[in-house]
Each structure stands twice: as C-alpha cells, then as structure tokens.
C-alpha cells in the first residue's frame, strides 16, 4: 500500500518540481523559483467559500441551528463581496432560502460536514496573473470523523476557481495555516507534527513542505495541545496576523481550561519571535468571555469554542463572532477596530457553530484576488 510519501515518487505538479530536481533544487527552492505563495487573508477577494453540509449524523438536534448561522455567515459576507456555496443537491432549495441568492452562487457537490477552511483548497498566486489551490489530503483531523466526501472537496475547489490543482504530500488542514502573505508563517506543532497525519515525517520534513507548497521562508511553532480538540489545536484559535510584524494572540484567562497554560506558552514565543525579514513581532492579545450566554449550545458541552480570534478578514470588514458577555464582546470589537482601522467589524452570533468547536474562520474560505 503506497504511503503519503510515496507521492515524492510520482510526478508532481507542484512548483515545476520535476525539473527542479533535474536541476538540483530542493522543493523550497523550486517553490520559490515558481514564485507561487499564500497572499495575506487580507488581500483582496475573489469571493468567499461555504459548505452547507451539515447533516444531524454529525450535529443531530443542532443541526437547522447551524445552517441558519452558516446562512447568517454568507449573507452577511455577501454584502462586502460574491459568495460561493457549495451544498448537496437535494438540500439546494434550503441553502438558497439561508445563504440567499443576492451576490451568493451554488455549486452541488456531496459533503460530509461544514469546515471550509479544512476541507477546501489553499490558494497560492504567482504574482503574474496565476492561481494554484494547494490539497493537503484532508482525512478527518486524523481519522476523527467521517470526511470521505470532505477529501474530495478541495480539488472541486480548485476547478471552480479554475485554478492550477497542486497536491501536496502532507495531510493537513487550512485552520493549520496562518501567514502573513510575505514569507512568515504560524503553525502550531498538535496539529502538523501528529502522527495521526504525517506519520514518519520528522520537524524538519512538514516544514520544508509547508514552507514549499506556500512559498514560506520562516515558520514561527507554537506547540499547541494535541487531543484536546478535534483538530488537535488548530492556529487559527490562537495567533493571526493582523499584517506584517503585527499578531493578535488568544489569551485564555480561565485557570480551569487547558488553554490557560497554552496561550501564555505561546504568547512568550510569540513576543520573542521575529518574521522572515527579521523583526520582533508585535503582539496584540484578546481573551474568551469568561460569562458567554447561556444557551443549549454552551450547556455541559465542553466542545464549545467561545473564542473572538476566530474572525474571517474579507474585503472592507471583518466578520468576528460576539458571545453576549458585554464586556467581554465589546473589548474585541475595539480591538479588532483598532487592529483593522480601514474594515467594518462585524460581530455575529454562532453559537451553533460553535459548539461544535469552530468558528467563523473555520467555516469559510477565500479566493484571492489575481
């Protein structure tokens, strides 16, 4: 049975890699010759992506909950930029009814679940015009749920977009992910170094990958927590850029939750880091409400992500949830506004979303702009 690092011995699409060995070049620097990179999530737009996948095998009662908040997602989204929603056939008239038809397209397509920003493709651009959606073979955050129909969905992205289909020989996910378009990237360590994606793959190796499949020259680590949630403690809940240099970083301030630790290990790499061109980061921190709502979503349900960091950055706004603790909710959306002075902030409830574990970033993706 062939493995994922077998795929080193197929021919590869990937940043002309065929003819860069010819050459002599290691994968980075064909990455780099290819001039294909991750622009900032702030860059301009295509459109945004959504799956209105969610089936009661997986959310049971929740489920008409969080499609309407994934509803309330794309027509909000829809009206700083296009939305592509992509939703099974037989469920096309009741996404359209959530979602809405005013600047939102449909694509029919089997799903299993809802989390865009893992199943979907990674788009990297050349800067001359071209398009690449990078796969990185979801499988279920290591096997946790079913994700089947899920895998296939990033290489339906990519034929969407019309873009350059670039298969990587990790597994991974785009929660993962987090970069700041010129050659810095966060990752967390859970989620990438696991065994339950890439088995045999040394530090060195995940990081030579990354840093070719998305044109990175410097990857900053944050060890995160493995098992503690289903994504083994994705980036995108803990650091963001806000633009180059310049970091927002979740600050857990319940001395109860697992993250307590976490985010103060993470904050103290953070504020000794420097980016590829060598500066010393600034970082910015925002913490969860410790009085979220009260609701059926947050009741005895430990799986529940109240997070702000978890905000989708589109064109002219930043799309941010918001918990019902006033205080709490108020302090993001200053920081945010301060952090972001030329975007809206919008502030969202997804609850139902959330307790789930996700958030808004989790449920969206973007085309940039070429």
Known sequence: MPTRRDFIKQVSVVA?????????LTRVQAAVAQGWHMPDEGDKHQRAFIAFGAQEAIWADFTPDVQAALGLIARTIARYEPVTVFCRQRERALAEK?????????????????????IGANFVTDGKGGLGAVDFNFNGW???????KDAQLAARVASTAQADYLRSELVGEGGAIEVDGHGTGIMTESSWINRNRNPDWSKAEVEEELKAQLGL?????LPGIKGKDITDAHVDFYARFTQPGVV??????????????????????????????????????????????????????????????????????????????????????ELLSQLYPEREVVQLNIDAISAGGGGIHCVTSHQPSV
């Open 16 to 24: 002309g890699v065929g003819v860069a060995a010819s050459l002599g």
């Open 98 to 118: 959530q979602c809405g038809t005013s600047n939102v397209t449909y694509v029919t397509t089997e799903l299993d679940d809802i989390w865009m920003r893992d």
């Open 142 to 148: 290591g096997n946790k749920q079913q994700h089947g």
């Open 217 to 221: 020259r410097k990857i900053i680590w």
């Open 248 to 333: 927002i970083a979740n600050l857990d301030n319940d001395p109860a939750s697992f993250d307590y630790k976490v985010t103060r290990a993470h904050l103290e790499i953070l504020k000794n880091a420097t980016d590829a061109e060598g500066r010393k980061l600034q970082v910015h921190t925002v913490s969860p409400p410790l009085k979220p709502r009260k609701s059926k979503f947050n009741r005895n349900n430990p799986d529940f992500a109240a997070g702000y960091i978890n905000y989708f950055v589109i064109n002219g706004a930043i799309i941010a949830p918001e918990f019902g603790d006033k205080a709490a909710d108020a302090k993001a959306f």
